[in-house]
């Protein structure tokens, strides 16, 4: 790692940061160490004219193109965050199920907004991924509230590997807490009730010493969740099986 290295700002803040020129820089000198894939060219096409191609550089572009890319770098963000808004407006139960990930083909859309909040994902068949920002009335999740998970006997997530809920602070970071706690599953040594369903405590304060076992912290303010089910059966795949809601009890 350079000495000069910036180990303090988050990536995403990095990149958000950079002008246009730097953010196509970067992208074509990556582009030439990670090949686009032939369906690409299509679009490459496209972009040639504005010097955007793998290992070209930018020198000599003009005003007018480098004022496009600043466009375009300062609009991407933005841009994100809709696509990933119309993608969460599809829920049951406060839980939205992000299908077809992982094989995107020329979805540049859907590649983008995984690689800008999931940071990758893997195919239906792998795992699938849930999401809630809200709780059952469809109010946001926030720390200033208590929330539980309840899972009939019947209805634990159904998974051939294994399931856990991970927490998630307002910038989609972990949620720094005094257990170091950021995910809690069924390899967590989770308390069952007596029959057999299961209470995930959801909260920013313990619930105490005869619940911490099952206690997801949460941060002070906004949070979100993400259940994730690994090597998922048929109905989790089909949605016959869905999470219930986050409910809140305080």
Known sequence: MPADADTTTAPVDRVHALDGRAYFTLLNRM?????????????????????????????????????????????????????????????????????GLGDYGTDYGKRALITRFGYGANLDADALYPHATTDAEGRPLDGAHTYVLHFEADRIPPVDGFWSLTMMNERQFFADNPLNRYAIGDR?????????????????????PDHESNWLPAPAGSFNVFLRLYWPRRPALTGDWTPPPLRRTG
Request: hydrophobic share 40%.
């Open 188 to 208: 967590s040594g989770m308390r069952t009730n007596p029959d057999g369903s299961l209470d995930v405590h959801v909260r920013h304060e313990s619930p105490g």
């Open 31 to 99: 582009m030439a160490d990670n090949p686009p894939a032939p369906a690409d060219a299509p679009l490459l096409d496209r972009l040639a004219g504005l010097g955007i191609a793998p290992g070209a550089s930018l020198d000599g572009l003009s005003a007018d193109k480098l004022a496009v890319l600043d466009t375009a770098t300062r609009r991407g963000p933005q841009i994100l965050h809709d696509l990933f808004a119309r993608a969460e407006s599809a829920k049951t139960g406060g839980w939205a199920v992000h299908r």
